[in-house]
């Protein structure tokens, strides 16, 4: 079994930047693709970024291209999202997930997701 736990959400104006964790327990964690969700008030959770066990693979929505950046430490079993040029549309619960296998965008084919924790982004 695998346990997520997620850290460094908080209130932050527009333009301002936050840093997301996620650590993961369990061995082989460079087995394994990460990603992070979100989602926000009445809409379903969704993709943002992705990446790879290895770290040489990356995948961002559209929305987040060129302001966040996802990367991982295999060696402390952690997961980063650097945000940076927050907007109030990035108001949302965000988590993050583990597969067991190559990355991928399908929310159906993680298999272990963390708690989340809230960034809202005032205006």
């Known amino acids: 079994q695998v346990q997520l736990v997620e850290s460094g959400g908080g209130l932050v104006q527009a333009g301002g930047s936050l840093r997301l964790s996620c650590a993961a327990s369990?061995?082989?964690?460079?087995?394994?693709?990460m990603g992070w969700f979100r989602q926000a008030p009445g809409k379903e959770r969704a993709v943002e970024t992705a990446i790879s066990g290895s770290g040489g693979s990356t995948y961002y929505s559209n929305s987040v291209k060129g302001r966040f950046t996802i990367s991982r430490d295999n060696a402390k079993n952690t997961v980063y999202l650097q945000m940076n040029s927050l907007k109030p549309e990035d108001t949302a619960v965000y988590y993050c997930?583990?597969?067991?296998?190559?990355?991928?965008?399908?929310?159906?084919?993680?298999?272990?997701w963390g708690q989340g924790t809230q960034v809202t982004v005032s205006s």
């Open positions: 997930a583990l597969r067991e296998g190559a990355l991928t965008t399908s929310y159906s084919s993680y298999d272990y």
């Open positions: 369990g061995r082989t964690f460079s087995r394994y693709a």
